[in-house]
């Protein structure tokens, strides 16, 4: 089965940084795309970051980029998210998400999400 656990979550002051991982199984890691999303409360989930396999690409948000950074380890099986210059309206859930190839086609699986709170 897929999986993906996140952590790294939790309370931060503005301007300060997070490291959130997130950890998966159950699929060939190095093939997929993984991303991060974000959901604010009363808004709809959104990409924040996103980093294909290893001849694609990454993504950002305009609203991230130059603040946040995505990476991942294939021998670990992990992807990460750096926050740094982090700001109240960064406060969200954080959704791991993995894009993979199989059964003939693309499907996505999803961490259970980890909150992020920016606040003084």
């Known amino acids: 089965q897929v999986q993906l656990v996140e952590s790294g979550g939790g309370l931060v002051q503005p301007g300060g940084s997070l490291r959130l991982s997130c950890a998966a199984s159950?699929?060939?890691?190095?093939?997929?795309?993984m991303g991060w999303y974000r959901q604010a409360p009363g808004k709809e989930r959104e990409l924040a970051a996103v980093k294909s396999a290893s001849g694609g690409g990454t993504n950002y948000a305009d609203s991230v980029k130059g603040r946040f950074t995505i990476s991942r380890d294939n021998a670990k099986n992990t992807v990460y998210l750096q926050m740094n210059s982090l700001k109240p309206e960064d406060t969200a859930v954080y959704y791991c998400?993995?894009?993979?190839?199989?059964?003939?086609?693309?499907?996505?699986?999803w961490g259970q999400g980890t909150q992020v709170t920016v606040s003084s």
């Open positions: 159950g699929f060939t890691f190095s093939s997929a795309t």
């Open positions: 998400n993995a894009h993979v190839f199989r059964g003939g086609s693309w499907d996505d699986y």
